[in-house]
């Protein structure tokens, strides 16, 4: 599967799967949510990594990998703390809970706004070459 399509199916499952907290209703719910967004953060963190990986340039990879994945750690711990300040200030209660989701949501899904700003096709064909 080219890189660029594995990038945007990653973004779009875990747009669905962010909408599916909506359903969260109970345990069974709250465990089959759980069991798929873990299935889900899988799939997405690989594509990441691939694409991180593939863009590592030749005789740096360990450093530039190791860039990458700092970058990748502080933008998952920016994401947490800013939800944390979200439900701080939306409270507790259905509404905030729904308000936090659909933030997410969008959040994750204007991610593609920037994907053509990378040039995975041109990473892709550089690491092909090496």
Do not use: D, K, P
């Given at each position: 599967m080219p890189l660029r399509r594995l990038i945007n199916f990653a973004i779009g499952l875990s747009v669905i799967t962010l909408l599916a907290y909506l359903a969260y209703r109970g345990e069974t719910s709250a465990l089959f949510i759980h069991i798929i967004?873990?299935?889900t953060g899988m799939i997405t963190t690989l594509a990441f990594l691939d694409l991180a990986a593939r863009a590592c340039p030749k005789h740096?990879?360990?450093t530039f990998?190791?860039?990458l994945m700092s970058i990748f750690n502080l933008?998952?711990?920016a994401s947490q703390n800013v939800g944390a300040h979200l439900y701080?200030?939306?409270g507790e209660g259905p509404f905030?809970?729904?308000?936090l989701v659909i933030i997410s949501t969008l959040?994750?899904?204007a991610i593609w706004l920037l994907v053509p700003l990378v040039h995975i096709e041109r990473i892709e064909?550089?690491?092909r070459h090496h």
């Open positions: 967004w873990g299935i740096a990879e360990a990998f190791a860039l933008g998952t711990l701080t200030e939306l905030a809970y729904t308000w959040a994750t899904a064909s550089h690491a």
